[in-house]
């Protein structure tokens, strides 16, 4: 079930909410960027949280059972998160002009703007719904088969998630494919997270973490 959601958060909702946006503003009511993030999460966070209920519940026991290792996974995870962020975006910095992706630029702009809205959107709602899809089911599923396997198409799957809509509004490919490679530390280093503890839940308060500092330095720059 879990599979078949994913193609409906990642293509379906966001093809499908704009429709009904462009519908109401013919009736005169108009949503703001934040508005319809909000929207487009907490569906996913509605449907996931059923779905996924005893998976969830069962998760959080796993994770109380053994607290301290979790936080050191979570820390572990986070130091090594950083240090390959940088690593990554030095390189970057000699064939990319702005190392601002169109992706966080927009959130960027919007946390400027509605600060306490997009704070409850990409440090509550987005951590939890995309830990769920792209660690619990997408890495979760496949390491059962092969290890490897799970680490490389959870990574290429959440890298183009927050990109391909990019694709087909006018951005060049070989740029986007640039900027894909900023995602492959969060990916890879929550997917270690998730792996090493046990739990989805020292991922997602990891990923709540790294949005949180990022929010907070966006706002402060």
Known sequence: LGWIYLPVHIFGLPLLIPSIVLVLSGFGVSLTYTQVNFVYYFVSFIFLGILMMGYLRESFFDMCDRVLHSLKCIFVSLVFYYGAA???????????????????????????????????????????????????????????????????VSTLVF???????????????????????????GSVFLAKCFEDSGSIWPPIFMHMIINYIALTVAKLV
Not at 96 to 118: E, Q, R
Not at 162 to 172: I, M, N, P, S
């Open 159 to 185: 890298s183009v998630y927050h990109l391909w809509q990019y694709a087909v509004t006018g951005y060049e490919i070989k740029t986007l494919l640039l900027y894909l490679l900023q995602y492959l530390p």
């Open 86 to 152: 940088y690593c990554v975006n030095f390189v970057l910095a000699f064939f990319l002009t702005d190392l601002v992706n169109p992706n966080t630029g927009a959130i960027i702009a919007d946390t400027k703007l509605n600060g306490k809205s997009m704070f409850a959107v990409s440090v509550l709602l987005a951590p939890i719904v995309e830990e769920i899809l792209f660690r619990g089911v997408v890495f979760g599923t496949i390491r059962g088969k092969s290890r490897a396997a799970a680490y490389i």
